[in-house]
């Protein structure tokens, strides 16, 4: 139906429906001046037009109108937006410069993230203990000579101070059943070791070949060369810091002798003026990583008795216990876990050498005892969780020890500490408690 607006008074009015032909009527109403409607019977004309168009006609229009629209659509995308406005780069329309992006971009949205600083690969192989270093630590180290260092292990002077920072450490007897030690430093500089003590021959001869700064308090002074410490630090022309820079340290709790400290920093500046501070030739080991998990052995304890017969109710006996975790052996001496006292951590090592040596008495009015470091003999290692057996071999007193495997082949060692403890064949055993 076809409505017909017919408008009159504010009416609408339908008009009857259109027969075959299409007919349009247009209706005007004459209006007056001001816009007000005249009276219909003497101010309007009523007009009435009919348009008659023809089907055909009808579908021609409705086609070129479509054409035309499509035409217009293309003409006006042409010439006024393409030919107008040509395809720009989005940088171009989005006119950031440089400068922006950088601070704001990155200043407000990267300034959290955490910056990955270039790392200097460890490449360097520490001669004494396997330790890896980057070349600029290892230059700075090759600056340095080692620091041997003679630790009281009495009683008294227990926990001692730098233990967990020495590279090698040798412990054997003295005198009176009582064991002390030899540490050498190098990769690490505790600014306290201790307590410090007298040396003896045999540590002579051990800490030979790494030419070290020597810092102890007092030497064995005899008459005969295989026990005359104080003769032979100056015959051997070691570099001797002695107490130079040592202190006592008074806690209520250890007197002299068991209460004298030094430092390894103290020997290096000392070094420095004497000209004893470039690093010295030392003959490598040789060095592995730790063995995987799965190829490691179970877990280990091991007692070694220093002196079966002056055993002092225990006191200097010593047990290694595997730990796991970190693949490396914790060390208790008189049934107490040993500490040390400068970072409060139970002492350790990565490997543990028990190495088999002649002991016999000197028959001097001290008591004092005669090792030989120099030959050869039977070794027993502790590395990676398993007890391996071998021999061990020094040439002369600058020559290192060398180790071996049962089957001739050169020990391997772990990275990190060595410890070292030489064990009478007449007076000392050692024990397997657990595996």
Known sequence: MVKELNISKGKVVESPPVKENLNVEVEAVQTNEIGKEVNPTLETKKVKKKIQLSPKTVKLLLITSAVLLVFGIAAFYYFGIYKAKPFKNPSEIINLNSEYLISQAVASSLTNLPSVIPQEPRTEVSPIN?????????????????????????????????????????????????????????????????????????????????????????????????????GNISSYNI?????????????????????????????????????????????????????????????????????????????????????????????????????????????????????????????????????????????????DGKILEGTWKKISRLDRTVYYYSDGNEVQFNRGRIWINALSRSEGKFAIIEQ
């Open 239 to 383: 570099k001797k810091i002695a107490t130079i820079g040592a202190w006592r340290w008074n806690d209520g709790r250890r007197y002299a002798p068991h209460n004298e400290y030094s430092s390894i920093t103290n020997a290096w500046e000392y070094g420095q003026k004497m000209n004893w501070d470039s690093f010295p030739t030392v003959k490598a080991w040789k060095f592995k990583n730790d063995a995987v998990v799965s190829e490691r052995g179970t877990k280990t304890k091991i007692n070694i008795t220093f002196h079966q017969r002056i055993n002092n109710n225990g006191l200097y006996d010593t047990v290694w216990t595997y730990d796991p975790k970190t693949n490396s052996y914790l060390l208790q001496t008189g049934k107490q876990a040993s500490l040390d006292q400068e970072t409060n951590t139970q002492v350790f090592a990565k490997n543990v050498v028990i190495q088999e040596v002649s002991m016999m008495p000197s028959y001097d009015d001290s008591g004092r005892i005669i090792q030989d470091t120099i030959g050869e003999g039977k070794a027993v290692f502790l590395i």
């Open 130 to 230: 396997g330790l890896l270093f980057t070349k600029t630590e290892m230059n700075k180290l090759k600056g340095r000579r080692p620091v041997a260092v003679m630790i009281n292990n009495h009683a008294e002077a227990r926990p001692q101070s730098g233990l967990n920072s020495a590279d090698i450490v040798y412990e054997t007897l003295a005198e009176s059943g009582i064991t002390r030690y030899l540490g050498i430093f190098w990769s690490e500089a505790p600014a306290k070791v201790g307590p410090i003590r007298s040396a003896r021959q045999y540590y002579l001869e051990w800490l030979s070949p790494y030419d070290p700064l020597f810092i102890y308090d007092g030497c064995a002074d005899t008459d005969n060369p295989k026990t005359d410490a104080c």
